[in-house]
């Protein structure tokens, strides 16, 4: 048996807060040499990717069409940057691709593009290894990934379909048209992962639009609820591997995060959600950041 | 030519019950193909499907861009879906899923829009969807298709099972003459229906035995129409339309659709793209459309005759057409 309560500060954790950290590095980097994209999300999302990627999901970076992997499909797409520094980071593809995100002829586009095969030869319509599916307007990635679980379902395949979303796009009538039938269909194999940080681009979510209380509606769609601290990083993990090993109904992971996290003059700032540093606070992002890294005193080699 | 004596009067099915019968040899040729739709399987001709293939398929409630999104995801887990409604919520509700879910990823989906256009008739004016083509002709990679019988449905029906990329298949409430045995369906492969030498009647859907009937009628006054069924809006026979062009200088085009952005503005496109190139002769164009408005309830007939889209309105647009050609 696992130790599931594992001590706080273990060998893993600190780790996981190491590549988290260089993560959240890579999306200012990537935001502010583009000069455009959205970094409140992303930072906040970093500890959940890397404890997803690094040690809860069956994948193999390298062969990324491994047929027994486990999908994880984005309907936040705007939150990519994310995304694309932790397939990076895990050896998706090479990290120098990250510094062309947003630029012309890239492959990493302002909102991920998925091609099931080559389009072409430009170097656009490549695939990016490791992104699943296409997103960007809110609300159509849980309908995606509940197609794709299905499908599994059905061929009686064991694959566990993960989907990022945002709280703010459960304002989408989308997202609880797809909600309505992974209850339906029972789809316990679909795992939506909410990013519940409160904040959209024009404020804080209870002002603009309540969504809330998520727990209770999705509970009445049929949805089973784990609330976890989204920066927490072995509890979520804690939660995957219980999910994974077998659940009644189907189970959302609702993960409180704080928008802009790892930066102080960023965190819990909808302003933020859009804004592009300039060059001053990209250097104190960094710097933050890199005391962070210092202060974990973690020897990536030594393991 | 594939032509066959049409009978216009007794008719018995349509395109979508051709759609219906396809369905069920391709899930049954194809584990892969899966049908979806939204609480229409009835209306849509899927309802013996759904019972005789519950595996494949997948009933979605009344949620159509819920739809096509589980569409899209199914088409991410290898499979061949055929996600159904009616036209005017499918593409009409669910447009930004099919641009960004199934369109940009170009996925293997088949959205199919039943109910199409005037003939729906009773309905009104909020289900009788006379925009859909030009919505979903700008798509990149989307292939639209408008059969004009059920054979012809039901051969485009497999022939999309084939089709790698994504498509729109249009289908009619009402049914129509059999104008095709369905053998030779081609995507993207204009069909003549009928030769002549004076002018092309270029139609598609329901219209089509409708140009049929106005070539019999313009014959007596000793003028050939050529019949030509646009099937595919998308990708658009350029050939067809240049020889036509080429032939006779004078083309009419007749879909039960508005006059802006459908078959007519797509023949249009190529004519006015070509000229002076591939086309060599002045050549002008009489649309037979809906003329920019909302249609209404009533019987099919009444509603389709009060809008103009009738034989007679294609036999005046011919006559028009070439006075018009005369004057050049």
Known sequence: MENLAAPQFSPDLVRLKYLATKIRMAIIKMVHQAQSGHLAGALGLADLYTALYFGALKHHPF?????QRDYVLVSNGHTCPVWYATLAEAGYFPKVWLSRFRQLDSPLQGHPHFFPKIQDETEINQPVPGVENTSGPLGQG??????????????????????????????????????????QYHLTNLVPIIDHNNIQISGRIDQI??????????????????????????????????????????????????????????????????????????????????????????????? | MTLIQPNFTNLTQGPRDGFGAGIMVAAKQNPRVVALCSDLDESVRLATFAHNFPN??????????????????????????????YAAFNP??????????????NLPVTIVGGHAGLTVGGDGASHQILEDIALTRVLPNLTVIVPCDAAQAYAATLALVDHSGPAYLRLSRVDTPDLTDGLNFKIGQAQILRPGTDLTIFATGVMVAKALQAAQTLQIHNLQAQVINLHTIKPIDVTAIVRAANQSGVIVTAEEHQIYGGLGSAVAEV?????????????????????????????????????????EAIVAAAEKALRRRAQL
């Not at chain 1, 566990?160 to 989308?174: I, K, N």
């Not at chain 2, 002769?281 to 809906?290: D, G, H, S, Y």
Request: charged share 20%; aromatic share 8%.
């Open chain 1, 63 to 67: 062969d990324p069409n491994w047929s």
């Open chain 1, 142 to 183: 849980l309908s995606q990934a509940a197609g794709l679980a299905l499908s599994l379902k059905r061929a009686q395949k064991p694959n566990v379909v993960f989907c990022f979303l945002s709280d703010g796009e459960h304002q989408e009538g989308q997202t609880w048209e797809a909600y309505m039938l992974a209850g």
């Open chain 1, 209 to 303: 639009m309540s969504v809330n209380p998520l727990p209770t509606k999705l509970r009445a769609f049929g949805w089973d609820v784990w609330q976890i601290n989204g920066h927490d990083q072995l509890e979520f993990q804690k939660a995957i591997r219980l999910i994974k090993a077998g659940v009644r109904r189907p189970t959302a992971i609702l993960a409180e995060t704080i928008s802009g996290r790892g930066v102080s003059f960023m965190e819990n700032k909808f302003e933020w959600h859009g804004k592009i540093p300039s060059q001053a606070e990209a250097a104190n992002a960094i710097t933050e950041l890199t005391t962070q890294l210092d202060n974990l005193n973690y020897d990536p080699h030594s393991t």
């Open chain 2, 56 to 85: 494949q398929f997948v009933e979605v409630g009344v949620a159509e861009q819920n739809l096509v999104g589980v569409a899209a995801g199914l088409a991410l887990g290898g499979l061949k879906p055929f996600a159904a409604s």
């Open chain 2, 92 to 105: 009409g509700r669910n447009w930004d899923q099919l641009r960004v879910s199934v369109c940009y990823s």
């Open chain 2, 271 to 311: 004519v006015t793209q070509n000229l002076g190139h591939q086309i060599t002769q002045p050549t002008v164009i009489e649309m037979v459309a809906v003329n920019d408005c909302f249609g209404e309830s009533g019987p099919a007939d009444a509603v389709m005759e009060k809008y103009h889209l009738t034989t």
